[in-house]
């Protein structure tokens, strides 16, 4: 069937009606597609009315007559309106998601940065409200987005460490943050399968997160390496005809860690003479082979120049290699269970300089890149494992048991700032251990039930300034969560 596009508020006009029956389109046209013969149907029937309408107003005794072809013009534009909604969404799919969660933490021997050693022993109440979204554009292009707000209750601050890395993800005030929004592109006609993704990435809760998460992979990158939220423009190159393993790709990934600007004119630098952080990473993925269901990364990032912590951003400290290898797979051999190992190792490249980190104007910690003159060269490796059950009970909709458990050397470091986990467990110079259950209600709810305890071995995990330091610290975390998708 022939299709027009059709402009509303022009539509309105011929009418002498324009933004009072559309005020939602006032200030800019929007089109909307109908088949052809309905828009013809529509424009004959308003013509008749209209005219209608007229010859009754021109006769003041038959005119009380005409409040009833007048509503019959209200229903049509209101039938127009319920077509130009039902295209809109045709086109934009919106989902939401909320999640409540309680955690008990007890927390012995922490060192805050001040060198005071506390204990601490609380429960904490959060929320998350995210909405999602997607919309085939054409067959060659798709868009992805989230939009979200994480808060702890009856709390408004930004946390210490709030950079552009965790805006959707750190608790901080009620604000709605701009946490991924990207386009996929399949290029058509080239001599190789090639995809370029670009805007805000799919770059966190990478796998195997969306086990713990009960739900679809949701990032591009081993959440061992990467769990930030960052933008970027990504290559994929498709192989599984070349190589004849299934899912199979290379992908070349660019980035910026931090860029320098002057808040008074950002498209100029600050004129401190800090140099931006940019990013550069290679993957290679695809299923292992003879395992369906499955996945393996072999991972490359390179970070240069480095900055000092966000709320410093005075000098640039020096380069950083990280390198990971991830395998996992569903439901292995119809066992039901599913399993995963993330291996990374980080290199540093220092230049010799060093800095202060200072909190309203109080020295806190210093030292160079992950050493305290930033002239050593650190290597530091991490090992991430875990197991998850499926039970086969249909009457309780098949709940999970999982374990999960991870170690970080005195200097592993990774861009994991957006950690679901306050504590960011996947940064740990020391071992975790992680237990939980998942009891899904229905499809679109479930809770789950955890234990998390960390024994830190060295200090200041999750920070690349100056060397770490012994730690007899603890924390153990019991937790329950309810989350909503719909």
């Not at 960390?454 to 330091?469: K, L």
Request: glycine share 8%; hydrophobic share 35%; aromatic share 12%.
């Amino acid at each position: 069937m022939n299709r027009l596009t059709v402009s509303v508020l022009g539509l309105a006009s011929v009418f002498g009606i324009g933004s009072a029956i559309i005020p939602s389109m006032a200030t800019a046209e929007q089109t909307v597609t109908i088949p052809a013969d309905t828009y013809k149907a529509i424009i004959e029937r308003l013509d008749t009315l209209q005219k209608r309408v007229e010859q009754l107003e021109s006769k003041p005794k038959e005119a009380a007559a005409s409040g009833n072809v007048k509503k019959q013009i209200d229903d049509l534009y209101d039938a127009m309106d319920r077509v130009e909604t039902k295209t809109l969404k045709d086109r934009l799919n919106l989902g939401a998601e909320i999640r409540t969660r309680l955690d008990n933490f007890y927390d012995k021997n922490y060192m805050t940065p001040r060198g005071e050693e506390r204990d601490h022993n609380d429960n904490h109440w959060s929320s998350r409200f995210r909405i999602n979204m997607d919309a085939e554009i054409s067959k060659e292009l798709l868009f992805h987005g989230r939009l979200a707000v994480t808060k702890n209750w009856a709390d408004s601050d930004n946390p210490f460490f709030y950079t552009d890395f965790n805006r959707g993800h750190a608790a901080s005030s009620t604000n709605v943050n701009f946490e991924r929004a990207y386009v996929d592109w399949t290029v058509p006609n080239m001599p190789v399968p090639l995809a370029i993704t670009f805007g805000r990435q799919p770059s966190t809760e990478g796998p195997p997160v969306e086990f713990r998460e009960n739900r679809p992979r949701q990032s591009t990158y081993p959440s061992l390496l990467f769990d930030g939220e960052a933008d970027g423009v990504i290559a994929t190159i498709g192989l599984e005809r070349y190589i004849g393993w299934k899912e199979s790709g290379l992908r070349f990934a660019y980035g910026k860690g931090y860029q320098d600007d002057d808040d008074f004119a950002n498209y100029r630098d600050s004129g401190w003479g800090i140099k931006d952080t940019n990013l550069l990473g290679v993957f290679f993925e695809s299923q292992i082979p003879s395992l369906s269901d499955s996945l393996m990364v072999l991972s490359y990032v390179r970070a240069w120049d480095m900055v000092d912590m966000p709320m410093n951003t005075n000098v640039n400290l020096g380069d950083l290699d990280l390198f990971g290898l991830h395998l996992q797979g569903q439901n292995i051999l119809k066992s039901g269970f599913d399993a995963f190992l993330s291996f990374g190792m980080d290199v540093s490249h220092p230049n010799g300089k060093t800095t202060m980190i200072t909190f309203n104007g109080q020295p806190l910690f210093g030292g160079g890149l992950l050493s305290n003159d930033g002239q050593d060269t650190k290597t530091g490796w991490a090992i991430y494992a875990g197991l998850v059950y499926t039970m086969p009970l249909e009457m309780l909709n098949n709940p999970k048991l999982g374990f999960e458990y991870n170690h970080g050397s005195k200097d592993w470091f990774s861009f994991t700032q957006s950690s679901l986990e306050f504590y960011n467990k996947l940064a740990t110079r020391g071992n975790v251990y992680d237990f939980y259950y998942i009891q899904p209600f229905n499809k679109n709810l479930f809770a789950r039930l955890g234990y998390t305890f960390i024994d830190y071995d060295y200090t200041f995990s999750g920070i690349h300034v100056g060397s770490p330091q012994k730690s007899d610290e603890t924390l153990q975390d019991v937790y329950l969560l309810l989350d909503c998708k719909f």
